[in-house]
């Protein structure tokens, strides 16, 4: 099993900076992908960004390239999500995922809680 958590959520204003940390523990494994999804009320769970701990590959949502930045640190296990010129339309609540390479929920086998962030006008 993966354990994954994360943190970093909050309250900004549009145009503001968010970064969000999602770190693993238990059966952690470096060739697993790590992924940002993020959820809005009454909206489908989407694809935000991920990398691969193996290769360093990175992809993200149209919506988000050129804003937000995923990155990775292997030796803390940890994923971060560094999200800048937040717009209002990117609040949700985000979850870290872990699993099989792809932008599809289906890809990966492992979520965290989920984090809110809210970006206010």
């Known amino acids: 099993q993966v354990q994954l958590v994360e943190s970093g959520g909050g309250l900004v204003q549009a145009g503001g900076s968010l970064r969000l940390s999602c770190a693993a523990s238990?059966?952690?494994?470096?060739?697993?992908?790590r992924g940002w999804f993020r959820q809005a009320p009454g909206k489908e769970r989407e694809f935000v960004a991920a990398?691969?701990?193996?290769?360093?590959?990175?992809d993200y949502a149209d919506s988000v390239k050129g804003r937000f930045t995923i990155s990775r640190d292997n030796a803390k296990n940890t994923v971060y999500l560094q999200m800048n010129s937040l717009k209002t339309e990117d609040t949700a609540v985000y979850y870290c995922?872990?699993?099989?390479?792809?932008?599809?929920?289906?890809?990966?086998?492992?979520w965290g809680q989920g984090t809110q962030v809210t970006v206010s006008s």
């Open positions: 995922a872990s699993g099989n390479y792809g932008s599809t929920p289906e890809a990966y086998a492992y």
């Open positions: 238990g059966r952690t494994f470096s060739g697993y992908t």
């Open positions: 990398v691969s701990s193996r290769s360093g590959r990175t």
